[in-house]
Nanobody
Framework: QVQLVESGGGLVQAGGSLRLSCAAS????????MGWFRQAPGKERRFVAS????????RYADSVKGRFTISRDNAKNMVYLQMDSLKPEDTAVYYC?????????????????WGQGTQVTVSS
């Protein structure tokens, strides 16, 4: 079992930045593909970014490419999502997720463990 806890959400003006963190416990994160997803009110949970076990491979949703950066520190059991040039449409609850089996994936149902989420609100 892996327990994931997100932090770093908040209220920010459009054009601003936030850095989300995901802390893991229970198992070492190095054995998992990690992803970030988001869910806006009344909408489905959607893929934001993923990173491979040791970090050389990344994938981003088209809507965040060039603005968001996913990273991980396996020694600290942490995953991060740096969000720059934020837009009001980025407003959502952001979730960290872990996937045991390769390959990386964008479908939420393919991830095995989830955090409780952190709210990000971008004002215009």
């Amino acid at each position: 079992q892996v327990q994931l806890v997100e932090s770093g959400g908040g209220l920010v003006q459009a054009g601003g930045s936030l850095r989300l963190s995901c802390a893991a416990s229970g198992r070492t994160l190095s054995g998992y593909i990690m992803g970030w997803f988001r869910q806006a009110p009344g909408k489905e949970r959607r893929f934001v970014a993923s990173i491979s076990r040791s970090g050389p491979n990344f994938r981003y949703a088209d809507s965040v490419k060039g603005r968001f950066t996913i990273s991980r520190d396996n020694a600290k059991n942490m995953v991060y999502l740096q969000m720059d040039s934020l837009k009001p449409e980025d407003t959502a609850v952001y979730y960290c997720a872990a996937k045991r089996v390769s390959p990386e994936a964008t479908g939420p149902v393919l991830y095995d463990y989830w955090g409780q989420g952190t709210q990000v609100t971008v004002s215009s």
